[in-house]
């Protein structure tokens, strides 16, 4: 009970199975004074595009963001030439016909499939979800007392979606537990709530080139798309805990300025 209490059981019930809880990890974007680390989403940005992006669309995201201030900040000669290797649909023309033309930084991100049945049907009957807010989308539940904090404004924690999206691509088991039968296009992986999850292991070691001197490892890999994927998901964070912060502060000092003229008022008061 006292262990529960902290939320320290790794193994919550999910279909029957063990699954794991995402770990929490230290990002560099989380608590008030968070804001997002370039490398790391420059890093993210290389694994979303050679991997993740040959299934899963990006629908929000335009070539000019990756270049936009708090992000990965590409220079902007560094987007145009990026834009230009995609091929977008554009039309109609004087003919009324459609036609494709390189992507400008000002287009969104191509989708690898026509539509979602295109995408279903390769991909075994599962659909790769959008990623332009998934990092959002996706959560996990921490126990008591942590939803409790988890809640309050200032020290609420944002970064379950990066955990959980971290975790997840590190959680496939080749073979599934003794005596469990999956069905084709499935995996086993043990973060995915009910275990089964339609999306083979995308990414292993050694996979993606990276050039500033960070080992090529899955456990990187995970961190740096999943940091890239919050970004996504939230450009903006950084200005809106400084918002908050701001906020905070200014409830502080007007807290003991009222305190000081309730004082003040009452003082003269004989009680
Ligand atoms: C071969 C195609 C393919 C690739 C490559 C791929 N995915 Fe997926 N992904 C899928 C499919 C299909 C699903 C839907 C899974 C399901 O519903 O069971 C999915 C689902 C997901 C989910 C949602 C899981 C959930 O909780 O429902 C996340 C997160 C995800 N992918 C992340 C990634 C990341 C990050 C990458 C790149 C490192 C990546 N994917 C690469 C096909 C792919």
Not at 97 to 114: G, L, V, Y
Not at 129 to 144: E, I, N, Q, T, W
Request: glycine share 10%; aromatic share 12%.
């Amino acid at each position: 009970m006292g262990a529960a209490l902290l939320g320290a059981p790794a193994f919550a019930e999910g279909g029957g199975h063990d699954q794991l809880k995402p770990t929490r990890l230290s990002w560099s974007f989380a608590g008030f004074f968070g804001h997002y680390d370039q490398g790391q989403l420059q890093r993210g940005f290389k694994v979303f595009r050679e991997v993740c992006a040959n299934c899963h669309a990006a629908e929000k995201l335009a070539f000019r963001n990756l270049g936009e201030p708090g992000g990965p900040e590409f220079s902007e000669g560094q987007v145009k030439a990026l834009a230009a290797q995609y091929k977008v649909k554009d039309g109609p023309n004087d003919a009324g016909d459609m036609f494709e033309r390189p992507a400008r930084p000002s287009d969104t991100w191509p989708s690898p499939f026509a539509n979602d049945n295109a995408a279903r049907a390769a991909n075994g009957g599962g659909l790769p979800p959008d990623m332009s807010v998934l990092a959002k989308a996706r959560s996990y539940k921490r126990g008591f007392p942590w939803f409790v904090l988890d809640a309050l404004p200032g020290i609420q924690y944002q970064e379950h979606g990066a955990d959980y999206i971290a975790a997840l691509l590190q959680a496939y088991k080749d073979e599934p537990p003794h005596g469990v039968k999956l069905d084709a296009g499935q995996y086993w992986n043990e973060i995915m709530p009910g275990n089964r999850i339609a999306m083979p292991k995308p990414i292993s070691d050694g996979q993606v080139d990276y050039t500033d001197g960070t080992p090529a490892t899955l456990e990187n890999y995970s961190k740096d798309v999943s940091a890239f994927l919050m970004w996504m998901a939230e450009p903006k964070l950084d200005q809106r805990k400084k918002t908050g912060f701001r906020v905070l502060v200014f409830m502080a000092i007007l807290t003991g300025l009222l305190y000081a003229t309730k004082k003040r008022v009452w003082s003269n008061v004989p009680h």
